[in-house]
């Protein structure tokens, strides 16, 4: 297992790609990453080779701390998605949604991209999970840092802070933060990117010199954790539906199936649906399975709200309780009852 690693690690060049083939990229997603780790894995000398993440020991002093990404489409990557602390988490859980993160980029981006992926890839290791490490160091990626010194034509690899003043022109405060790390990276990307596709003027390394005491200081962290309140709003699942009220429920069954009668048919309609509101609904058993697909009602029965007639209301929906006085009836109701009865009459006399 080692030895298929460190074939990965001598071929590791072949998987960096400038910035300037993002515009190249169709559709496809970028991620930032950074890591906060406990510090660095062990290593032969100042120009070796990261050890192979399946050699544990020489990770034992690299263990991962946080983890925070970005992904979006480029060359904008507005960011979509951060990642999460590890601490009070258990790692295989970031580790997971991490993965599942970027299963839909086509490239990781990050400032010194070898270290952070071989880091993750040494805990994804420890997990026993040598295929996912083995795929995560197979992907396209872009270094923020081997590009920048190219750029920039500088004598060594920029660090993160030096190389966000030179494409900002402004100081960075808020190191060492994962998140803030992965936003600055982002912005640095953006600006390495356009000048390489000509949207932007080239870069001076000149303004590295002196380091600039004049520049203004731009609180990343406080950046970082605006854009994860929003984020986390905009995640946030739609706020479930408040239960009824007593007899909200009722009215609800009353309305619903029919349309709204005009007139005086329309009043005592709403009269019916207004007194069953503040009446409370009754719930009667059904039979078992009623309404439901076969085999969902078996073993129980389905409840369905029923409308109680509210005393003393009238209308076409409403039967009155007991036989009413007919002078309490309206005129054209008052003279059917009256034909009705003489009519019962004189068929009660022929039969007799």
């Keep these: ?28 997603r970028v991620a930032v990453i950074d890591t906060e780790t406990t510090g660095f894995p062990e290593k032969q000398g100042c120009n070796a080779p990261p050890p192979a993440p399946s050699n544990l ?5 690299a263990r991962l701390v946080s983890l925070s990404y970005l992904t979006g489409p480029p060359p904008d990557l507005e960011p979509l998605s951060l990642g999460y602390s590890i601490e009070g988490t258990p790692i295989e859980q970031i ?4 993965l599942e993160a970027i299963e839909g980029c086509e490239v990781l981006a990050a400032h010194n991209t070898e270290f952070h992926l071989w880091v993750i890839a ?16 197979q ?80 609180d990343l962290r406080k950046q970082a954790a605006e854009i994860r309140a929003r984020l986390e709003r905009a995640a946030e699942p739609p706020a479930a539906p408040q239960a009824p009220e007593e ?19 329309g009043e005592a309609r709403a009269a019916l649906v207004e007194a069953a509101a503040a009446a409370p609904a009754v719930a009667t058993p059904a039979k078992a399975g009623g309404g439901l697909s076969k085999g969902e009602g078996e073993g129980g029965g389905e409840f369905v709200p029923v409308l109680g007639t509210p005393a003393g209301l009238e209308g ?10 007919q002078a309490q009836l309206p005129p054209q109701k008052r003279k059917r009852a009256e034909r009705g009865e003489r009519g019962g009459g004189r068929r009660a006399r022929r039969n007799a």
């Design 1 to 28: 297992m080692d030895a298929m690693f460190m074939r990965l690690v001598a071929n590791s060049e072949t998987r960096f790609m400038g910035v300037k083939h993002l515009a190249g990229l169709k559709g496809g």
């Design 57 to 61: 020991e020489a990770y034992r002093n």
């Design 95 to 98: 580790l997971n949604r991490f």
């Design 122 to 137: 040494s805990e994804l290791c420890r997990l026993g999970r040598f295929a996912d490490a083995l795929a995560l160091l």
């Design 139 to 218: 992907r396209p990626r872009v270094c923020t840092m081997r590009d920048g010194q190219l750029m920039l034509v500088l004598p060594k690899w920029p660090k993160l802070e030096d190389l966000y003043r030179i494409t900002q022109e402004a100081h960075m405060e808020g190191r060492h933060n994962a998140l803030a790390d992965a936003l600055a990276c982002l912005i640095c990307l953006r600006r390495l990117h356009a000048v390489a596709v000509g949207g932007a003027p080239p870069l001076s390394s000149a303004k590295a010199v002196g380091a600039g005491q004049d520049l203004p200081r731009v």
């Design 247 to 265: 007899g909200e429920e009722a009215a609800e069954w009353a309305s619903e199936g029919s349309q709204q009668p005009e007139g005086e048919e």
């Design 316 to 325: 076409p929906w409403a039967q009155p309780s007991q036989p009413q006085d």
